[in-house]
C-alpha cells in the first residue's frame, strides 16, 4: 500500500538569478495515512518550504510530490487548487482570514468557491466543533488571536479534507493560547482520522507527534524520538 503523501528526490530553490538560493536538496521522505507528523530543526532549515511543497503551494524543481498517489507536478493550476482545496486543509501561523468578513463567512468561502451548496451550514457546524458557535457573526478584528486561529482551523477542516498542514499554528499566540489550539488540533484530528503535519519550534508541541522529521540545510533525517531536535 503506497504512503499518502510521498516525496522523492525532491529540489526547491527560490529567488532569481544571484540571488537564488537552494531551499531543498534531495528531499525523499514517506507518511502514511492517519499519522501526525512534526517538521523540526533551525530557523531557515526549509521547513515551511517543504510543508507548502507538500501543500502544492509551491512547486518543486525536480523530483515528484504524490498525494494519495496522484503527482502533482503533472498537474495545472487549476487541477491543482481543486485538488488542494478538497484533499488539503492548511492553517498558518498568521491566522490568514479575511478581514471583511465574518468567521461564518470566512469558513464558508473555500466551500463556496467548490461549488458547495451547504456551505454556510457546514461553516456553521465546523465553527461549532471549534467552540465558537457563539461567534460566528464576528469580524476576525472582533476576536482574539485565539479565536481567530479557531476560525482558520475550521475553514482548514470544512472540505473534510484528508491531510492538514500546519505551519507554527501556535507561533503568534502567547502559551496559554497556544496549548488549547495544539489541544484542539490534535482532537479533531483523531476525531475525523485525518493525517497531521505541522511545522514547529515547540519541543513540546513536536513530542505530541507520532514521529517527527528534522531538517537542517535543507535535507532531512527521520528520528525515533523527539529529543533534541531543536538543536
Same mark, same amino acid.
Given at each position: 500500500?503506497?504512503?499518502?503523501?510521498?516525496?522523492?528526490?525532491?529540489?526547491?530553490?527560490?529567488?532569481?538569478?544571484? +540571488?537564488?538560493?537552494?531551499? /531543498?536538496? $534531495?528531499?525523499?521522505? =514517506?507518511? *502514511?495515512?492517519? @499519522?501526525?507528523?512534526?517538521?523540526?530543526?533551525?530557523?531557515?532549515?526549509?521547513?515551511?518550504?517543504?510543508?507548502?511543497?507538500?501543500?502544492?503551494?509551491?512547486?518543486?524543481?525536480?523530483?515528484?510530490?504524490?498525494?494519495?498517489?496522484?503527482?502533482?507536478?503533472?498537474?495545472?493550476?487549476?487541477?491543482?487548487?481543486?485538488?488542494?482545496?478538497?484533499?488539503?486543509?492548511?492553517?498558518?501561523?498568521?491566522?490568514?482570514?479575511?478581514?471583511?468578513?465574518?468567521?461564518?463567512?470566512?469558513? +464558508?468561502?473555500?466551500?463556496? /468557491?467548490? $461549488?458547495?451548496?451547504? =456551505?454556510? *451550514?457546514?461553516? @456553521?457546524?465546523?465553527?461549532?466543533?471549534?467552540?465558537?458557535?457563539?461567534?460566528?457573526?464576528?469580524?476576525?478584528?472582533?476576536?482574539?488571536?485565539?479565536?481567530?486561529?479557531?476560525?482558520?482551523?475550521?475553514?482548514?477542516?470544512?472540505?473534510?479534507?484528508?491531510?492538514?498542514?500546519?505551519?507554527?499554528?501556535?507561533?503568534?499566540?502567547?502559551?496559554?493560547?497556544?496549548?488549547?489550539?495544539?489541544?484542539?488540533?490534535?482532537?479533531?484530528?483523531?476525531?475525523?482520522?485525518?493525517?497531521?503535519?505541522?511545522?514547529?519550534?515547540?519541543? $513540546?508541541?513536536?513530542?505530541?507527534?507520532?514521529?517527527?522529521?528534522?531538517?537542517?540545510?535543507?535535507?532531512?533525517?527521520?528520528?525515533?524520538?523527539?529529543?533534541?531536535?531543536?538543536?
Amino acid at each position: 500500500m503506497s504512503a499518502l503523501i510521498e516525496l522523492k528526490n525532491v529540489e526547491l530553490s527560490l529567488g532569481r538569478d544571484a +540571488a537564488r538560493v537552494h531551499i /531543498l536538496k $534531495g528531499i525523499s521522505l =514517506a507518511i *502514511e495515512a492517519g @499519522e501526525a507528523v512534526g517538521l523540526v530543526g533551525p530557523s531557515g532549515s526549509g521547513k515551511s518550504s517543504l510543508l507548502m511543497v507538500m501543500a502544492g503551494l509551491e512547486r518543486a524543481d525536480k523530483g515528484s510530490v504524490l498525494i494519495e498517489g496522484v503527482d502533482l507536478s503533472g498537474m495545472g493550476e487549476d487541477a491543482l487548487a481543486v485538488f488542494r482545496g478538497r484533499r488539503i486543509g492548511i492553517v498558518f501561523q498568521s491566522f490568514h482570514l479575511v478581514p471583511t468578513m465574518t468567521a461564518r463567512e470566512n469558513v +464558508a468561502l473555500p466551500l463556496e /468557491l467548490a $461549488g458547495r451548496k451547504d =456551505a454556510f *451550514e457546514r461553516a @456553521e457546524r465546523e465553527l461549532a466543533s471549534v467552540g465558537l458557535a457563539e461567534r460566528m457573526n464576528h469580524y476576525p478584528a472582533q476576536l482574539s488571536g485565539g479565536e481567530q486561529q479557531r476560525v482558520a482551523i475550521a475553514r482548514a477542516l470544512a472540505p473534510d479534507p484528508a491531510i492538514l498542514v500546519a505551519d507554527e499554528p501556535t507561533g503568534n499566540l502567547d502559551e496559554t493560547t497556544g496549548a488549547s489550539i495544539v489541544d484542539l488540533l490534535f482532537a479533531l484530528k483523531r476525531e475525523r482520522g485525518a493525517t497531521l503535519v505541522l511545522v514547529t519550534h515547540d519541543a $513540546g508541541l513536536a513530542a505530541r507527534c507520532d514521529r517527527t522529521i528534522r531538517l537542517r540545510s535543507g535535507q532531512i533525517s527521520h528520528l525515533n524520538s523527539v529529543q533534541n531536535v531543536m538543536a
